[in-house]
C-alpha cells in the first residue's frame, strides 16, 4: 500500500530546494511517497530537514512543536536532539536514505538498495541542457543509481568545451539546444580527442528517424524526462 509522508524544509538555498522538491517528485512513482509540509497541510510533519547554514535552524530544533519528530540536520554543531546529521556537501541520496530507513526500512523504493551502498561511483557525468530544472532532474537520476560526480553545461558549446578538458564517463544530451543541432554536439562527444562511450539522448516527442539516427550516431534515446526504469537499465550497463 502507497504511504505519503510529509517533510518540513527548514533553510537551503533556492537551487537545493529545487533539487528537493525534483527528488520529492521521483518519490511519487514509489510505494513510499514524501511531500513537502506546508502550513496548509491537515496534519503535523513526520520529519524535519533542517539547514545547519540557516538561521531558522537552531530555533526549530529547540522549538516545542517539534518534540518527537526526527530532526535530520545539514552541517556541522548539530543541537543535542537531533535525530540524524549529515555532513556537507550535501548528497540527496544521503537524504532519501535516511528517509527511508525511518519510513520504509524493508522496501527501499527509490533503487537505493546495492551491495557497497556508502561507496559512491566514480564516473564522471556530462549533463548537457539548457533547461536548468532538466539538469537538475537528471543530476537527481544519477544521483539515485550511486552517480554523484556530473558537470552541467548550458549550451552545445560550452559541452564541447568541457569534453576537451575532461575524461567523460557518459553523456546526457537534450535534443532542444538552442545553439547547435543535438546531432553535431553527439558527433563531437563521440569523435573528439577525448571520446565519450556512452551518450543518452533525450526528447519529448521521438520520431522514428530520430531514434534511428541516434542509433547510427552510437546514442541511446530516452523520452523527456527519462522513464526511470529504461532509464535506470542503460546506465547499469554502463
Known sequence: MAQRFFIKVVGFSDEERHALNTVFRLSEQCSTMYQLWTAEVAQPPHMVLLDAESYEAPVEAESPTGEGLRMLWIGSNPPANIWRTLD???????????????????????????AEPEIMSEKLALIVSPDRAERLYLRARLSLSKLTLADEAESGLHAMELARSKQYDLALVTCELHDMTPWALLRQLRGGRKPIRHVAM????????ERVRAWLGGAAMHDQPPHPGRFKDWLSRI
Open 88 to 114: 556537507r556537501p550535501m548528497v540527496w541520496q544521503q537524504v532519501i536514505e535516511a528517509m527511508d530507513s525511518v519510513f520504509s526500512p524493508s522496501d527501499l523504493d527509490l533503487d537505493l538498495v546495492l
Open 202 to 209: 533525450t526528447k519529448a516527442r521521438r520520431s522514428i528517424p
